[in-house]
């Protein structure tokens, strides 16, 4: 089945700093891949997601680029602030399920220091 | 536009009974996902309900089980319950052509 590995674990920058998070996926049939945010205590919220016919996707500060050869993506966060504090996950679709089931990463907990 | 809500909110049981958690999707999502999450982990696929049928499972035992009621609504029913299943079960729904999720705050179960 699907394996997806997320790296860092934890992630602590200072206010203003990037920061950017690496997944890998195992299964080439993979073809969606979100972000989820999930603050303390929080319900994961979907914050940016990309396709595999698309090598990178913008949103303000958010971006996700895919590589589609070597399996990896990546969520790249500019300009931090101390509100991007929270855990980060990382996900691909299961295949033959049409996008719909997802296999998450380990999460990366992001500090933001003001 | 109400979330999904999910319940219960807590949930203890003893070892060796069953658990039965209930999940609410936002109105007009026919797909509903249960995910477990224990503590300090990434979420874990375990079902996949659509249009009242199991569309797909993670790797989890057969006591780990499900449906989906003719409103949407989904209930996750975990029998033989061990120590290991403590965890935040949360619950997803979406829409059929849209592939985000919208999770539910969860049910925190407890195993003792």
């Known amino acids: 089945g699907e394996n997806v590995e997320q790296h860092p674990s934890t992630l602590s920058v200072q206010e203003g700093d990037s920061a950017v998070i690496k997944c890998t996926y195992s299964d080439s049939a993979s073809n969606y891949f979100p972000w989820y945010k999930q603050e303390l205590g929080k319900r994961p919220q979907l914050i940016i997601d990309?396709?595999?016919?698309?090598g990178e996707k913008k949103d303000q500060r958010i971006a996700v680029t895919l590589n589609k050869t070597a399996k990896h993506f990546s969520l790249h966060i500019t300009e931090t602030q101390p509100e991007d504090s929270a855990v980060y996950f990382c996900a691909a679709s299961l295949p033959d399920t049409g996008r719909r089931a997802l296999t998450f990463g380990s999460g990366t907990r992001l500090q933001v220091q003001p | 536009e109400a979330g999904v809500t999910q319940s219960p909110t807590h949930l203890i049981k003893t070892r060796g009974q069953q658990a039965t958690l209930r999940c609410s999707p936002i109105s007009g999502h026919t797909s509903v996902y249960w995910y477990q999450q224990a503590l300090g982990l990434g979420l874990q696929f375990l079902l996949w309900?659509?249009?009242?049928?199991?569309?797909n499972r993670g790797n989890f035992p057969p006591r780990f089980s499900g449906r989906q009621f003719p409103n949407y609504s989904s209930e996750l029913n975990v029998n033989a319950l061990e120590l290991e299943d403590s965890a935040l079960y949360l619950c997803?729904?979406?829409?059929?052509?849209?592939?985000?999720?919208?999770f539910g705050s969860g049910t925190r179960l407890t195993v003792v």
């Open positions: 990309i396709r595999s016919n698309v």
């Open positions: 997803a729904s979406s829409l059929l052509n849209n592939y985000g999720y919208t």
């Open positions: 309900y659509d249009e009242g049928e199991e569309r």
